[in-house]
């Protein structure tokens, strides 16, 4: 079998590394056929300080709109949190067309294709990690990152070449990272989470503020 070529950018829009991943987009774009249905790609500054790592597109949210966080449950509470504290230039994100601007912030996925039930597998999370290390080792300008939730704080941790087990992920937890950034944790923004109340708009603005803090 010929060797996948190796990952050298953050983002190609006909990636179809991941077989089960690829074969799930084309069932999903034959049903929806309006749906973007592809690798999302990052959005915001290419040269911000502040990168956000999420999990993965949801079906009718980044997987339907082509922008991270958008079209569902979990855009709303990130959007306005960027808002007030200063890292986007409106509280809301409606679609990948309207004018919306991050400021010194980017948004990418640890897993930048929708995965069946939400659930990438481990290979898959691996894979893709390989965009997210390209996007780290040439991202010089970044200082901050955010995790939202344990897959994207773990895809982190080794897109850096460290040990998951020297970092746990623990909600508003901080870990230092070579090359002075460091790395804060909060419960994903999901529906499940801010439903539950697992994560209120009080514990994320705690985390928000203390980025905004370290970066000011
Ligand atoms: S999840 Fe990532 S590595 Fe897998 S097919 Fe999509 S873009 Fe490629």
Known sequence: MKAAAPIESSYDARCRRCTRLAAFLDQVKAEHPDYFCGPVPPFGDPSARFLIVGLAPGLHGANRTGRPF???????LLYSSLYRYGFATRPESVSADDD????????????????????PELSEIRTCTGYLAWELGHSKDVRVILALGTIAHQAVVEAFGLLRRDYPFGHHQRHRLPGQIVLFNSYH???????T????????????GDVRGLLA
Not at 70 to 76: F, L
Not at 189 to 195: F, I, K, L
């Open 70 to 76: 958008t079209g569902d449950w979990c855009g709303p």
């Open 100 to 119: 919306l601007a991050l400021l010194d912030c980017r948004i990418t996925n640890a897993v930048k294709c929708l995965p069946p039930k939400n659930k």
């Open 189 to 195: 923004v999901s529906r499940y989470n801010t439903q």
């Open 197 to 208: 109340k697992r994560l209120t708009e009080s514990m994320f603005h705690a985390v928000l």
